[in-house]
């Protein structure tokens, strides 16, 4: 999902968990970050501390060139020194790309990006001068998805409150309307064990957001409330929140209910609005999105868990018609859909997703979806059904590929997608086991190559230090054997001294190389002894160990009993 994020991070101590979030969320193509800071301000060198750290430094943080005049914010007007402790470290200050107005920036970004997403969580000033300034863009934008309003309350609230003849401009508009409101936000509040597990990372990342917190917290900010979070998490967790249509209203009227977002029938503007979250999940994602490294590798080197069962389940390449749809409906299986040549829209869970050539669409099996194609489309739709094999030999169906998002631009790999897709409709025409296994092998195939894409994506949007190390965490996962760890050759393929790589390795990933190395050919052992045709001498060979009890020790270090025993017990 291409997205623009509008700001201002200093509000609240939440707004620096949803840049965290989103720059630890490939699914997401940041596009820019817009604010009403100038560089005069400490919030905007916090803005790009926080993406700094979290390895997301490319991605524009687009200010005005001189501070402006704002209503005062909640978090800066009553607690104005929470983050200047951090956000006023020089390292950052480096210059940036020459822009000096987010307005200007945003119609420009919408202009060569239709169809994006506006994010707001600061109240409604920029937009609404952008739909001022730019009224094309109330043709390109997507959605507008902003935190804002208490709708079930009918009370006023910071974001709406704070600019109110901002939210008028906004609501005034054609443009589809999310609203993020308090009756939504208010539950989900970080716990000790949440706080526990950021304190205990060690990556730059989750320190800087540990920092921001106890300053928060010390200047008595109060609980800290992840409300901004919850604007991307829908688009990166399916269910974890639920909408309703609503006609609501803008108060107007001077008063202490001015700025109000309430319902009304008879004038009210269609809002859909966040009604219901589900708070354990939506809280335990975001911190194990942050705290977790946002280099998401395979762990042994494949592209899939070597325990999953693959089954192909259907392979067509169909032409729809112009004006074609598919109602809502339930997902029975996996499916990818390949777009060949012009272009349509697929609906996940409630967000809508281009199908247009280099780029595919995943659907995840039991998510409801439809389609619909207004010039005609032509693409591949495979399907097929993941389980895993786990211990005992009991099976276990796999809702959704981890890695994979539902969105994913392949750009020039598209040929070599759609040389795979042919080959496994050409194959599902055929009868018998034959048909079966090479369909299962080009799907197989298909699976290795998207995570090739996904992987070298979200390299490419690292800093050189971070995509270095997950070059060497790669090359290690590549070439899995109790041989490989050496030193010499690791530090020449990524271009980092030993000890600068040893150090840094342990830093980002919390193992050393080495160790990953170990455990890495202990969890592949372990597979490998799984199968009866394999002795242990066989596994031993086979990864490289010099000899069956060095093998057998090694093993028995890492897992409390010898490779025997574990066979034994794994075939009980």
Same mark, same amino acid.
């Given at each position: 999902m291409k997205l623009i994020l509008d700001t201002r991070v200093g509000d609240n101590?939440?707004?620096?968990?949803?840049?965290?979030?989103?720059?630890?969320?490939?699914?997401?193509?940041?596009?820019?970050?817009?604010?009403?800071?100038?560089?005069?301000?400490?919030?905007?060198?916090?803005?790009?501390?926080?993406?700094?750290?979290?390895?997301?430094?490319?991605?524009?943080?687009?200010?005005?060139?001189?501070?402006?005049?704002?209503?005062?914010?909640?978090?800066?007007?009553?607690?104005?020194?929470?983050?200047?402790?951090?956000?006023?470290?020089?390292?950052?200050?480096?210059?940036?790309?020459?822009?000096?107005?987010?307005?200007?920036?945003?119609?420009?970004?919408?202009?060569?990006?239709?169809?994006?997403v506006v994010i707001a969580t600061a109240p409604l000033t920029n937009i609404a001068e952008l739909i001022h300034r730019h009224p094309f863009v109330t043709r390109k934008i997507k959605k507008i998805v902003f935190m804002g309003g208490w709708s079930n309350q009918s009370l006023p609230e910071h974001n709406i409150g704070?600019?109110?003849?901002?939210?008028?401009?906004?609501?005034?508009?054609?443009?589809?309307?999310?609203?993020?409101?308090?009756?939504?936000?208010?539950?989900?509040?970080?716990?000790?064990?949440?706080?526990?597990?950021?304190?205990?990372?060690?990556?730059?990342?989750?320190?800087?957001?540990?920092?921001?917190?106890?300053?928060?917290?010390?200047?008595?900010?109060?609980?800290?409330?992840?409300?901004?979070p919850l604007t991307i998490m829908p688009s990166l967790v399916p269910n974890v929140a639920e909408y309703s249509l609503m006609d609501l209203e803008l108060n107007n009227r001077p008063g202490p209910g001015y700025g109000t977002l309430h319902r009304s029938s008879t004038r009210g503007r269609r809002i859909r609005v966040c009604t219901k979250v589900d708070v354990g999940l939506y809280v335990d994602r975001l911190i194990e999105r942050i705290t977790s490294p946002s280099i998401t590798l395979p762990t042994n080197g494949r592209s899939y868990d070597d325990m999953w069962l693959v089954t192909p389940a259907e392979a067509h390449f169909l032409k729809y018609y112009p004006g074609w749809s598919l109602a809502k409906r339930t997902s029975t299986s996996h499916i990818i859909v390949i777009p060949y040549t012009k272009q349509g829209c697929m609906t996940i869970d409630g967000?809508? *997703?281009?199908? @247009?050539?280099? $780029?595919?669409?995943?659907?995840? !099996?039991?998510?409801? +979806?439809?389609?619909?194609?207004? =010039?005609?489309?032509?693409?591949?739709?495979?399907?097929?059904?993941?389980?895993?094999?786990?211990?005992?030999?009991?099976?276990?169906?796999?809702?959704?590929?981890?890695?994979?998002?539902?969105?994913?631009?392949?750009?020039?790999?598209?040929?070599?997608?759609?040389?795979?897709?042919?080959?496994?409709?050409?194959?599902?025409?055929?009868?018998? *086991?034959?048909? @079966?296994?090479? $369909?299962?092998?080009?799907?197989? !195939?298909?699976?290795? +190559?998207?995570?090739?894409?996904? =992987?070298?994506?979200?390299?490419?949007?690292?800093?050189?230090?971070?995509?270095?190390?997950?070059?060497?965490?790669?090359y290690i996962e590549q070439n899995c054997s109790a041989q490989l760890c050496h030193l010499d050759k690791l530090s020449e393929e990524v271009g980092l001294s030993k000890s600068y790589l040893v150090r840094a390795f342990r830093d980002e990933y919390g193992i050393t190389p080495g160790n990953f190395s170990n455990r890495l050919v202990l969890n592949k052992a372990k597979i490998l002894l799984g199968y009866a045709h394999y002795t242990v001498n066989d596994v031993a060979l086979e990864l490289g160990y010099s000899s069956v009890s060095a093998f057998s020790r090694a093993f028995s270090r890492e897992f409390g009993l010898s490779p025997s025993d574990y066979r034994n017990k794994k075939m009980e």
């Open positions: 101590v939440d707004e620096a968990f949803l840049l965290a979030l989103a720059c630890n969320s490939p699914e997401l193509e940041i596009l820019g970050i817009t604010t009403t800071y100038s560089p005069q301000e400490p919030g905007y060198w916090l803005t790009k501390q926080i993406m700094s750290v979290f390895g997301r430094s490319d991605v524009p943080v687009v200010g005005y060139s001189k501070k402006q005049e704002t209503t005062p914010s909640y978090g800066s007007h009553l607690y104005p020194n929470w983050f200047c402790h951090v956000a006023l470290d020089s390292t950052f200050r480096e210059p940036g790309p020459n822009h000096s107005n987010p307005v200007e920036f945003m119609a420009k970004i919408i202009d060569n990006h239709p169809d994006l704070a600019n109110p003849k901002a939210a008028s401009v906004v609501l005034a508009t054609d443009i589809p309307l999310e609203s993020i409101g308090l009756e939504s936000t208010l539950p989900c509040i970080l716990q000790r064990r949440h706080l526990e597990r950021l304190q205990a990372s060690s990556k730059p990342g989750p320190r800087l957001l540990t920092a921001l917190m106890q300053g928060w917290l010390d200047s008595g900010g109060g609980r800290p409330v992840m409300h901004d967000i809508s *997703h281009d199908c @247009s050539p280099e $780029s595919i669409v995943y659907c995840p !099996e039991g998510t409801d +979806f439809s389609m619909s194609t207004t =010039d005609g489309l032509e693409a591949f739709w495979l399907a097929f059904h993941l389980a895993e094999q786990g211990e005992q030999r009991s099976i276990k169906p796999i809702s959704a590929i981890p890695w994979l998002p539902t969105q994913l631009r392949v750009g020039k790999y598209s040929t070599h997608l759609t040389y795979l897709a042919k080959e496994m409709v050409e194959h599902q025409r055929r009868f018998g *086991h034959e048909k @079966s296994l090479l $369909s299962q092998a080009r799907l197989l !195939e298909l699976f290795s +190559f998207l995570r090739h894409i996904v =992987d070298d994506q979200v390299l490419d949007r690292l800093d050189d230090r971070r995509a270095a190390l997950a070059k060497a965490k790669r």
